[in-house]
């Protein structure tokens, strides 16, 4: 069986790309730079999803088409609305007519459980609204999908736009954490290679035409995250909260608002302790500024 991931050469696309690669699967990644963490048996095009020729040639032979690609911040989407639809709502629709053109099996839409709220800004916009297409395309044309609504992801492979490597990176750097909020904001992060592994377990029957959550099994406040960050680093990190503004596109608690768009939440029994997770992250970012130092 064919795979082509779309945003392959980013954080959680690359590793989705390896766990289709180790389950079997013949694998292409699509993305507009180069994966440093291509393998052996993986190909890459490079490309843009707003090119339909390149993106209807490449889905070719392909029976799971992945769609990691897109504008991924919140943050940066909130300063740039156009090209948050541009990328996520009309990149999206690309990929589902060359998914169609093709008769793909299943088309994999990464989306946020963001869409279930009222926060997350023209982000949770621009995901909701390229659902509603994915799931328009399978009414009309009967394109089979699976919808994956991903919570905090950290791990290995991230960048600045990852909080927990935002707070990481500041904390070996500068020995503190500036962390916007009051701590008590709630979250359910989840490692990246087991929300990975979860993205391929949907390939399963079970979830055709399903909208599956991918978060971690226990609600942790982000204090409790970050004292963690402190002790593991010998209790040497000064850790300032902030109020945080009322515009803010991110939720305190609960990302949920009532909408009667029901997903089902899908987890491991096997997974990365968040301590372990941490300090793989740190020796990850440790190594990077050494590197660079010499």
Known sequence: MKAIVFGGSGFIGSHVADRLTEGGYDVTIFDLKPSPY????????????????????????????????????LDTSATEPLKTIEQNIMGTAILLEGALRNEAKRFIQASTI??????????R???QAAELYVEEYNRRFGLEFTILR?????GPRADSRNSIYRYLKQALTEGKIDCGGSGDETREYIHVRDA?????DILADKYRNK???ITGHHPMRLKDMLYTIREILSNQIEI??????SDTPHYNITPYSFVPRIGRKLVTHEYVDMGQGLLECISEI?????????
């Open 286 to 294: 440790y190594g990077q500024d050494m590197n660079r130092e010499q």
């Open 125 to 127: 916009c621009s995901k």
């Open 38 to 73: 291509l393998l052996p048996a993986q190909k890459i095009i490079r490309g843009n999803i707003l090119d339909k020729e390149a993106v209807f040639d490449a889905v070719k032979g392909h029976d799971y088409i992945y769609n990691f690609a897109g504008l991924a911040d």
């Open 211 to 213: 909208q599956v959550i």
């Open 114 to 123: 963001y869409v279930y709220s009222e926060t997350g800004g023209f982000y």
């Open 240 to 245: 300032n909260f902030e109020a945080s503004k």
């Open 150 to 154: 991903y919570g905090t992801v950290y």
């Open 196 to 200: 990975a592994q979860l993205s391929v």
